[in-house]
């Protein structure tokens, strides 16, 4: 295997929030998310592994490592600008892509409910 194809595949979002949302928010939801995808799903990574409150950088997963199985993201926020950088990982072994493009929808899905206050 090259180089090339040693990355874990992933899908990248920029999410508009509403003026005033806090990064507090944004990681409550993130976190409540993934604990709630974890349990439908063994592939994905609740457990945050990086939780940086004066970045607004929340990841999950060992995000940094490429060599890990399972969906994972490292969110954002972008207080300034009301704006959320998503980036989604998901491999298997041999780096096959798991489903990147559908898991960040569906985690963009249910986030961006969950910050515009829904269940």
């Known amino acids: 295997m090259n180089e090339a194809t ?11 929030v509403a003026p ?5 928010q944004v990681f409550a939801c993130a976190e409540r998310e993934l604990r709630t995808l974890a349990t439908e799903d063994e592939m994905w ?6 939780r940086d409150a004066s970045a607004a950088i929340l990841e999950s ?28 990982k998901g491999a298997g072994a041999y780096f096959v892509d798991l489903g990147v493009d559908a898991a ?3 985690f963009r899905q249910r986030f961006e409910r969950c910050l515009a206050g829904g269940a």
């Open 6 to 16: 040693m990355q874990a595949p992933r899908q990248r979002a920029r999410i508009t």
């Open 20 to 24: 005033g949302t806090t990064t507090a």
């Open 45 to 50: 990574l609740a457990e945050v592994t990086r």
């Open 61 to 88: 997963g060992d995000y940094a490592d490429e060599n890990v199985s399972g969906f994972r993201v490292r969110l954002q926020h972008r207080v300034d600008a009301n704006t959320i950088e998503l980036e989604l």
């Open 104 to 106: 960040t929808q569906t």
